[in-house]
Nanobody, 124 residues
Framework: QLQFVESGGSSVQPGGSLRLSCAGSGFTLDLYSIAWFRQAPGKEREAVGC???????FYKDSVKGRFTISRDNAKKTVYLQMDNLEPEDTAVYYC??????????????????WGQGTQVTVSS
């Protein structure tokens, strides 16, 4: 069974950086696209970005130039490097697998497997 475990969430000040990790198990990571989603209090879950099995990446407009997704198939891990964080980035961040990754709208219902989430808080 596919499983994901996120880590790396923390509290940081605006302008700070964090790197989230998504460790997969129970499957061959390089077969699947992996996406990062986030959900802020009182808001719907939204896609932050994704990486295809061919290492192509796509991002939500508001994080372009600040967030970078990478993958290390040998380690079965996908990363979300977040720089120049803003208070609006505060949310629980989730990774998900076995869905569609492209430059259009990425929907959470397209993804079959999810991690438990990790909290990111950006505040002064």
């Amino acid at each position: 069974q596919l499983q994901f475990v996120e880590s790396g969430g923390s509290s940081v000040q605006p302008g700070g950086s964090l790197r989230l990790s998504c460790a997969g198990s129970g499957f061959t990571l390089d077969l699947y696209s992996i996406a990062w989603f986030r959900q802020a209090p009182g808001k719907e879950r939204e896609a932050v970005g994704c990486v295809t099995r061919n290492f192509d990446t796509f991002y939500k407009d508001s994080v372009k130039g600040r967030f970078t997704i990478s993958r290390d198939n040998a380690k079965k891990t996908v990363y979300l490097q977040m720089d120049n964080l803003e208070p609006e980035d505060t949310a629980v961040y989730y990774c998900a697998g076995k869905g569609m990754c492209h430059g259009g709208t990425i929907n959470d219902y397209e993804y079959s497997y999810w991690g438990q989430g990790t909290q990111v808080t950006v505040s002064s």
